[in-house]
């Protein structure tokens, strides 16, 4: 495999991230994507706002690319998590947009630079701040991903959806009664092996 063929690759389980995020936000209102369903508060907007400022860090301020926004959030008087919700004047277009501006700045930075030039990543400590555009790929993939499966579990205690992307379930195909037949079934064993 080629260099470029290495970067199509991981850039395109970038996106596939990328993409599942924001899918996630179809068919819901304003307080849907934005409410918090645990108790640290995690919610569909949030997220996305999230991983929009991961991604201007790790391929912008790592690799000394200059963004032209602005992220409050990130001020040294900022509250703690306040990337991971969105205000009432920050709309579902601007957080939705501004993640997508990302994308064109991380795509921009990938398509730049070498899989082995060298970063540094600023909030990391300084013996690991080291780092190459291969790692920060996998690294912002991962998270990417692992904020994906979080949006999954939301959106589906908000209104039951599922799936992977849009046309691709990665579900069984069955109805309503084998799930709740599963699920009780689940939870049975999980009591039985609590009672033991």
Do not use: C
């Amino acid at each position: 495999m080629s260099v470029s063929d290495d970067k199509a690759h991981l850039k395109r389980y970038l996106q596939s991230g990328r993409d599942a995020l924001v899918w996630k936000l179809d068919g819901l209102g304003e307080y849907d994507i934005r409410r918090p369903l645990v108790p640290t508060g995690t919610n569909l907007l949030g997220l996305i706002k999230h991983l929009a400022s991961v991604e201007f860090g790790y391929f912008g301020d790592t690799f000394d690319r200059p963004y032209d926004e602005v992220l409050p959030w990130w001020d040294d008087d900022a509250e703690p998590n306040a990337d991971m919700w969105a205000t009432e004047a920050e709309s579902r277009a601007d957080v939705v947009g501004l993640y997508r501006r990302a994308w064109t700045h991380t795509d921009a930075t990938i398509k730049t630079l070498d899989l082995d030039a060298i970063g540094h990543v600023p909030w990391w400590p300084p013996e690991r701040s080291e780092v190459t555009l291969h790692q920060v790929l996998i690294h912002v993939i991962a998270e990417t991903h692992r904020h994906a499966g979080h949006a999954d579990i939301v959106r589906e205690l908000i209104d039951g959806a599922t799936g992977l992307r849009e046309g691709v379930s990665n579900l069984p195909d069955v109805d309503a009664d084998w799930w709740d037949g599963y699920r009780a079934r689940i939870e049975d064993a999980a009591r039985r092996a609590g009672d033991a």
